[in-house]
């Protein structure tokens, strides 16, 4: 059991946009900074987003974050095929002392 | 450009030992908090440990403490991770990842910039 909660799995057309939730507690999404990363199948996951909502060089801005208090989404406007992968979140826990991630949600475009 | 390259994953019985190295290349290693994450077949990702630049603080997640050594040699710009007592559960990709790392105003920033394409570890009798 992750200690952030994403759901498992969305789905959108190509051109639409989608959202993925992350949730988690004050000890780690509602005090600290959250993180977004890309993963295809057999490759290393890649950083989408950092400290809530800046996006790396070389991110695309169809890719954007935001925050509440506990919460985080990230969001994927204009869908392409190639926008199909694994997207985790991922914070450092105050209470637990280690970095936590989500357990994943599978993207797939229609 | 920044590079991570894992090594030294296998098969191995449960209870023994493995010892993972992960090289970069591309910038100055010496600079840079180091991590091992792992991801075991078809879950997500899971952090193991970090190791602060100069190797003096580190941290490890709990699923791992007492079994794993994280360590690192700067001189040679290489991370490591020493296995003991491996279980089955132990079983998946090890990625090392480097992450910036600071605190400000009361919150932690805590990312992972580069990771290393990853090195297969299968504990099975």
């Known amino acids: 059991q992750s200690v952030l909660t994403q759901p498992s799995s969305v789905s959108a057309a190509p051109g639409q946009k989608v959202t993925i939730s992350c949730s988690g507690s004050?000890?780690?999404?509602?005090?600290?900074?959250v993180s977004w990363y890309q993963q295809f199948p057999g490759t290393a996951p890649k950083l989408l987003i950092y400290d809530n909502t800046e996006r790396p060089s070389g991110i695309p801005d169809r890719f954007s974050a935001s925050k509440t208090y506990t919460s985080t989404t990230l969001g994927i406007t204009g869908l392409q095929t190639g926008d199909e992968a694994d997207y985790y979140c991922g914070s450092w826990d105050s209470s637990l002392r280690a970095v936590v991630f989500g357990g994943g949600t599978k993207l797939t475009v229609l | 450009q920044v590079q991570l390259v894992e090594s030294g994953g296998g098969l191995v019985k449960p209870g023994e030992s493995l010892r993972l190295a992960c090289e970069g290349s591309?910038?100055?290693?010496?600079?840079?908090?180091m991590n091992w994450i792992r991801q075991a077949p078809g879950k997500g990702l899971e952090w193991v440990a970090y190791?602060?630049?100069?190797?003096?603080?580190?941290f490890y997640a709990d699923s791992v403490k007492g079994r794993f050594t994280i360590s690192r040699d700067n001189a040679k710009n290489s991370l490591y991770l020493q296995m003991s007592s491996l279980r089955a559960e132990d079983t998946a990709v090890y990625f090392c990842?480097?992450?910036?790392?600071?605190?400000?105003?009361?919150?932690?920033?805590?990312?992972?910039?580069?990771w290393g394409q990853g090195t297969p570890v299968t504990v099975s009798s």
């Open positions: 190791i602060t630049a100069s190797g003096r603080t580190i």
């Open positions: 591309g910038f100055t290693f010496s600079d840079y908090y």
């Open positions: 004050r000890s780690n999404i509602g005090t600290n900074y």
């Open positions: 990842a480097r992450d910036k790392f600071y605190y400000d105003s009361g919150s932690f920033h805590y990312f992972f910039d580069y």
